[in-house]
């Protein structure tokens, strides 16, 4: 495993994986304009393998299933993903590929740093908001708008990274506007990373990270914001598009 600087540059990797992404859906069957994802769409827009990620991550906390109503017309029900939960899954996706790590280490690292955090990074809550918001407005011509949400359009906010020290310890950085200071915090210890079954534990108190920065080879650093670059590209198209179809449907 090759040692990283300790700012990490995601670009060429998000764009390498941007290649992948499928066409649009049907409008009929478009999970941004039905509200939710079912777990065949979570692993398509995500790029996740298979549903084992769905396992892993309620394993750690990080997912809560709720049913709604197939649209088969079977009148079973199927588990549905809402926005945040697809971010959250797209960044453990993400983890895979920039830590090296395999995907049951990934989904522990997001674990430690938990659902807060995570929706913080990834502004999760703010897009789904901002979403329902804008897809609200277009049935009401007095609101209506054919520009995205600013939170879609435009840069996140920077407000969470990951940092792994000699590949053992691990941090979260966080503040709560661009503004501020990064706070770092010791999240845990990896032990074992090998296999399905990765030995870790969380800790309270560690050493603190600035007395490993005379050595930034050992540290691996990730901006959360780089990561889910694939359903948020995903996003903006399904809401213009749905947007357009409504705007079409009110005249």
């Given amino acids: 495993m090759r040692q990283r600087r300790y700012a990490i540059n995601t670009t060429l990797c998000q764009q390498e994986r941007m290649k992948t992404i499928p066409s649009s859906a049907d409008a009929s069957s478009n999970p941004v304009s039905r509200g939710y994802w079912t777990d065949q769409e979570l692993l398509e827009w995500t790029g996740a393998g298979s549903i084992a990620i769905i396992k892993h991550m309620q394993a750690n906390g990080l997912l809560q299933t709720r049913f709604e109503k197939s649209e088969t ?4 029900n199927v588990r549905a993903w809402g926005i945040p939960e697809l971010l959250r899954v797209a960044v453990v996706v993400d983890l895979v590929q920039e830590t090296g790590f395999n995907l049951a280490v990934s989904t522990m690292l997001a674990g430690w740093l938990g659902r807060i955090q995570l929706d913080h990074a990834t502004s999760g809550a703010s897009i789904a908001d901002a979403v329902n918001e804008t897809l609200n407005s277009a049935q009401q011509p007095q609101r209506a708008s054919d520009r995205l949400p600013s939170i879609l359009d ?14 053992r310890l691990v941090y979260a950085l966080e503040r709560k506007t661009e503004r501020a200071k990064f706070d770092p915090q010791i999240l845990g210890e990896l032990t074992n990373t090998t296999g399905t079954s990765p030995e870790g534990s969380k800790l ?10 005379g050595d930034e080879r050992s540290i691996l650093r990730i901006k959360l914001v780089n990561l889910a670059a694939r359903p948020l590209e ?15 449907r009110r005249r």
């Fill in 73 to 76: 017309g079977s009148g079973q």
């Fill in 154 to 167: 435009s840069d996140r906010p920077d407000l969470v990274h990951l940092a792994v020290v000699n590949r």
């Fill in 204 to 213: 309270l108190k560690g050493p603190p990270l600035h007395e490993h920065l």
């Fill in 234 to 248: 995903l996003l903006r198209s399904q809401v213009r598009e749905t947007m357009h179809a409504r705007h079409y």
